[in-house]
């Protein structure tokens, strides 16, 4: 250290930079690690419009780096000029870089590798009978002499770093940086599926891709069937920008972003807006900690973009980043409430027809009669006091019906009826096969359903559709119905709170008060009405009517956990997120209780009226399904 301070030049004397020095300066910005030559090769190979790159490396990248294309190749004569900086042909004025259709465009990368290896080019024309050999020696080119090659390019970069060791110094084991280049080539081996590639590390084959259009199968040839057999495609286009590409069903995740591929016109990019619209398209759908697994491509306009914003081009600037953050979300959303995302393989399902009529009006009554029966009949005051101390009197706030006293009067056992016909054309996925099966079937018969299950253990929930057997958590499904009423409600600013009489005061550590009231407005909106009361005591004087059957000292012992564990400066909508996550599940049915027959019917119909009845808001799937195809299969049927 001390002999940098020594050598330091005195401050005033202004002097031009040697080319070689801005070189390394360059070097050290563009080149970071053996993986950042092979991304800079790679994608020159790529706008060389070349149908085929093998990608060759030794151990890890620090002895040899070797890429070969079959691309346009270099005239002779630009052969020294390419490794010379800020020498491009993608390029020729300032103008053209708001609209860089190519992955490269700052001239810089070929001269700044040269920069710190030893760098052997061969290039050939179409136009050529044979090739040009160009050696550089840690910057300093040799004349190009002529070599017997196939057309196109190969480029050989040796020793990486060997005049700057302290980059050399920094380099990780093989493996690691290994890790780095099977990342760098990922990344531009998945948006161009139209380009046969190869990598192989020390003679090792490590991936081998023919060439495509079908870019699931790349993804495939990258991650295996378990990921590609649970992507659900998607699409769309909005003011000239096109989106597309796979999003994974939530039960396959992640416990990091890093399985987010994002391609903006075929260039891998890391966005974190669009990383939160992601998150956002799939809360409620994941545990707390859980990512979403994503292959998406943006399409639009270069001119609307600046891609010259970072050196290695990994973030880019978009004129309009919030309209794209909706296009995003909503496509996503979108296809999730028309997409069956139950626990089996993804099949593309119909929106289900109730017998209830339409859902609008259905999901109303529902919380009319939640409403009534949280609050009782608000206008007689007898009924007022009784409702300050809510447990003493369970009420079931989820039943339309209510429950019998006697377990007796209800047949443990539903046995299950044969369901009702169903049109042939309500879904995609319903084959004549169904209604082959059924003999009662009558084309001009409207659709029915049936809300008959059988229970088992108490705890789960038997039935069927027309996709097979489905066998329903009742806790989760509970939960996930509650929740979404939740949200819509507070959405619409009406969750009530239910008031009390006597407010309770309850006794907290003087931390615990102090996040209480630092998240007072927040608790208000989900119908938590809180209050200092002195010392570390908080009064709380309502609470979601919901719950009216818990213990408003219980409630806030949770809430108090909840915002411990949210850290520090959380997001409004996230704590709001996990309190009605809070409060649905401490409302819904228990995995034990015992439901009667009008219980049940009401849980089910209730499940066709969610927006994804599939998981609870904690990401659990609420209900399992074997196909009739399964189980054909499992009984040697078929
Ligand atoms: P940039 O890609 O930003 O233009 P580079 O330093 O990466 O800058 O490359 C300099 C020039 O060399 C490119 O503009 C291109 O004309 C030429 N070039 C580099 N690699 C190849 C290749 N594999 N095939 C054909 N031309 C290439
Ligand atoms: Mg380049």
Same mark, same amino acid.
């Given at each position: ?401 209510? %429950? +019998?006293?006697?377990? =007796?009067?209800?047949?443990?056992? /539903?046995?299950?009826?044969? $369901?009702? !016909? #169903? @049109? ?62 939740? %949200? +819509?409600?507070?959405? =619409?600013?009406?969750?009530?709170? /239910?008031?009390?009489?006597? $407010?309770? !005061? #309850? @006794? ?131």
């Amino acid at each position: 250290m001390s002999q940098t301070v020594d050598q330091r030049k005195s401050p005033g004397r202004i002097q031009q930079l040697s080319a070689s020095v801005i070189n390394k300066i360059a070097a050290g910005e563009v080149i970071e690690r053996p993986a950042s030559v092979v991304k800079e090769l790679m994608e020159n190979s790529v706008d060389a419009h070349a149908t085929r790159i093998d990608v060759l490396i030794e151990k890890g990248g620090a002895d040899l780096i070797s890429i070969t294309d079959n691309g346009s190749g270099i005239e002779p004569d630009d052969l020294t000029l390419a490794v010379t900086s800020h020498a491009t042909s993608k390029i020729a004025d300032a103008d053209d870089l708001f609209s860089v259709a190519t992955m490269g465009f700052r001239g810089e990368a070929l001269a700044s590798i040269a920069e710190v290896s030893h760098m052997k080019i061969r290039s050939r024309t179409g136009q050529q009978d044979s090739g040009f050999e160009l050696l550089v020696h840690g910057g300093n080119a040799e004349p190009p002499v002529p070599c017997g090659c196939a057309p196109g390019t190969s480029i050989e970069v040796a020793n990486l770093f060997f005049n700057t060791p302290v980059r050399q110094k920094f380099l990780r084991t093989t493996q690691t940086e290994m890790g780095h280049i099977t990342e760098a080539f990922t990344r531009i081996a998945l948006p161009n599926p139209h380009i046969q590639m190869t990598l192989k590390h020390n003679q090792r084959i490590i991936h081998e891709l023919p060439a495509t259009n079908n870019w699931l199968e790349r993804i495939q040839g990258f991650f295996g069937d378990e990921i590609a057999s649970h992507l659900i495609p998607i699409e769309s286009e909005d003011s000239g920008i096109r989106l597309s590409g796979f999003v994974a069903n939530p039960k396959i995740n992640r416990s990091n972003n890093k399985m987010q591929y994002l391609f903006l016109n075929r260039r891998h990019i890391r966005d974190r807006s669009l990383q939160h619209a992601l998150s956002e398209a799939y809360r409620g759908l994941l545990m707390v900690g859980r990512f979403p697994i994503t292959f998406l491509k943006l399409e639009m306009p270069p001119n609307i973009i600046d891609v010259n914003v970072h050196p290695a081009k990994l973030e880019v600037r978009f004129q309009d980043g919030g309209r794209l953050y909706s296009q995003l979300l909503g496509t996503i959303r979108n296809k999730f409430l028309t997409t069956d995302l139950t626990a089996t393989q993804q099949q593309p399902v119909a929106p289900v027809d109730s017998a209830a009529g339409s859902s609008e009006s259905t999901m109303e009554n529902w919380s009319r009669q939640q409403l009534n029966q949280s609050f009782g009949d608000t206008s007689l005051p007898g009924e007022q006091n009784e409702l300050a101390f809510p447990n003493r009197q369970p009420v079931r706030d989820w039943v339309t019906h209510p %429950r +019998e006293s006697s377990a =007796a009067t209800t047949p443990a056992f /539903q046995p299950y009826e044969h $369901p009702a !016909p #169903v @049109s042939p054309n309500v879904g995609p996925h319903f084959s004549t096969e169904h209604a082959a099966l059924n003999p009662d079937y009558q084309s001009d018969q409207p659709p029915t359903q049936n809300y008959r299950a059988l229970q088992l253990h108490n705890r789960y929930l038997v039935t069927e559709n027309d996709e097979g057997l489905v066998i329903i958590d009742q806790h989760a499904l509970h939960e996930r119905v509650i929740y979404e009423q939740l %949200r +819509e409600k507070v959405l =619409a600013g009406k969750l009530e709170t /239910q008031r009390l009489l006597v $407010p309770e !005061p #309850v @006794s907290l550590t003087a931390a615990e008060a102090a996040l209480v009231l630092d998240n007072q407005e927040i608790l208000s909106e989900i119908g938590i009405e809180v209050d200092s009361f002195g010392g570390d005591s908080i009064l709380v004087s309502g609470y979601p009517a919901m719950l009216v059957n818990h213990n408003p000292a219980e409630i806030l012992r949770n809430v108090v956990e909840l915002l411990q564990n949210e850290g520090k400066k959380p997001e409004r909508r996230d704590v709001i997120d996990s309190l009605l996550h809070l409060i649905s599940c401490k409302a819904a049915i228990k995995a034990g209780d015992k439901l009667t027959a009008e219980e049940i019917e009401d849980l089910l119909r209730h499940r066709d009226l969610c927006q994804d009845s599939h998981h609870c808001p904690h990401g659990r799937p609420t209900a399992l399904v074997f196909t009739r195809n399964e189980l054909d299969k499992r009984f040697k049927r078929i």
